[in-house]
């Protein structure tokens, strides 16, 4: 099985509000960068959607590692997705965006996914790379709105 290492980000100005997700995907030393957005989002979804776009362009199983600054969709993937579908919670809609999760697992049985939070705005470079990619799609929806986008989430931390 090939190995393949994937970061994924997503978030939205404001919460909820027009959202960007992105994905750098690596395999040997090839890159490839996927980023896209909705006009009216959550963070979460933007995160859920950054690696079901991530994990649908493997054309074929792969191993994969999956980095993310969300703790929510790492600790869904690995520990409450397993529990929700033994439960039968999925089906049943008890689960906050259950069609996501529903996907993400469609596409987890494809691949051998292992899924590692890092922290976010902390320098790790493809980490900082999607966050960037995610907010020039939110930039985007702005701009094609006429309003003048939020500054990005690290400016205001600062300021």
């Known amino acids: 099985m ?7 980000d997503g978030g939205c100005e404001p ?3 027009p959202g960007g997700w992105a994905a750098v995907i690596r395999y040997n030393s090839e890159v490839q960068e996927i980023s896209g957005g909705e ?6 979804r933007m995160e859920m959607t950054a690696v079901i776009k991530a994990l649908e362009a493997l054309h074929e199983p792969h191993e994969v590692e999956l980095y993310t600054d969300s703790e929510y969709l790492c600790k869904g993937m690995m520990e409450w997705l397993p529990m929700w579908k033994a439960k039968g919670r999925l089906q049943k809609g008890s689960v906050k965006n259950a069609d996501l999760w529903q996907r993400i697992d ?3 049985s494809r ?3 292992k899924c590692y939070w890092v922290k976010g705005h902390a320098g790790n470079t493809d980490n900082e790379r999607c966050d960037k990619l995610a907010y020039e799609e939110i930039k985007k929806i702005y701009k094609q709105k006429g309003q003048t986008p939020p500054p990005p989430i690290q400016m205001r931390l600062i300021s």
């Open 2 to 8: 090939k190995k393949v290492i994937i970061h994924t």
């Open 15 to 17: 919460n909820p509000g």
């Open 39 to 44: 006009e009216n989002t959550t963070n979460n």
């Open 106 to 108: 469609e596409l987890m």
């Open 111 to 113: 691949h051998l996914v």
